[in-house]
């Protein structure tokens, strides 16, 4: 039962501690972070696996990991909160050209973020051309045009 519990553990820890870094996809991990992703799985290695180098260890373990993150995509599908809780909500970042900075700050987006995706996704230039920026769930940033 100690992988188990080890297991759930690091889980745990990880989600919360990836929680608290903010919302960021995939395509816009940096180098730094991907580097950062290695170190860590490397880290949580010992702290999953011990002295137990055996075959049964690492499947006892990989089934706990899979068998968490089952168990918690479940919880996101049937319960509003815990959807919440850990995928956060959309956050309006620009109200009508204006960027509200302690949201932003929040999300850990810059102007130049928005402006990117105002860029790639509507060819617009400047600030007081979006009426609207939404920080997704996934860490993408939706712009709504003026018109």
Known sequence: MNPVLRGLAVYLFVFVIFRILGKRSLADITTFDFVLLLII?????DALITED??????????CTL?????????LKE????FSTISDGAPLI??????PL???M????IDESDVLEAARL???????DQVKYAVLERDGSISIIPNN
């Open 121 to 127: 996704t509507h060819g617009l230039e400047r600030m």
């Open 101 to 103: 900075k302690r949201r």
């Open 78 to 81: 049937h319960s509003d909160w």
């Open 53 to 62: 180098y055996s075959l049964v260890g690492c499947f006892v373990m990989v």
């Open 41 to 45: 799985s490397e880290t949580t290695t």
């Open 93 to 98: 970042i620009v109200d009508h050209g204006k």
């Open 66 to 74: 899979v068998a968490a993150d089952f168990v918690f995509s479940k």
């Open 105 to 108: 700050k929040k999300g850990k």
